[in-house]
């Protein structure tokens, strides 16, 4: 699973993608209505749905926007640090940066530990060697 920024970032792509789709359905399903006394416009490149079907798609549309607007929201309030102070934010680094010293060092016990435990397997195959 994706961090919390990396599925905000795909969500707000989802969003800009849901935008595109629902304004170009719009312009290209619309009917066109007469204004004054003009008469009613046409286009080539545009096939009307019909008025139900339209409304039902827009609702549609409407309501896929509101709920990946409100999946955004969520992944934003749940992201870390939007509930803590700044004060505690720089508290809970230097706790993780103490944190980090302490495992750099037993990091570096361990690589001492594997040099010596290399060393005596060298000289155990070097005597093996001899023997033979």
Known sequence: MADRLTQLQDCLDQLATQFYASVRYINSRHDFSPVGN????S???ITPDEPQAFAAAQRE???D??????Q???LISVLPGISTSEKEQEARLKVLEKELKEAEIERKKAVEEKEKV?????AVIMAVKRVQ
């Open 38 to 41: 003009e008469p009613k416009a």
């Open 61 to 63: 549309l409407a309501r």
């Open 118 to 122: 290399l060393e005596r397997l060298d």
């Open 72 to 74: 955004i929201e969520y």
């Open 65 to 70: 926007l509101v709920l990946k607007e409100q």
């Open 43 to 45: 286009a080539e490149d």
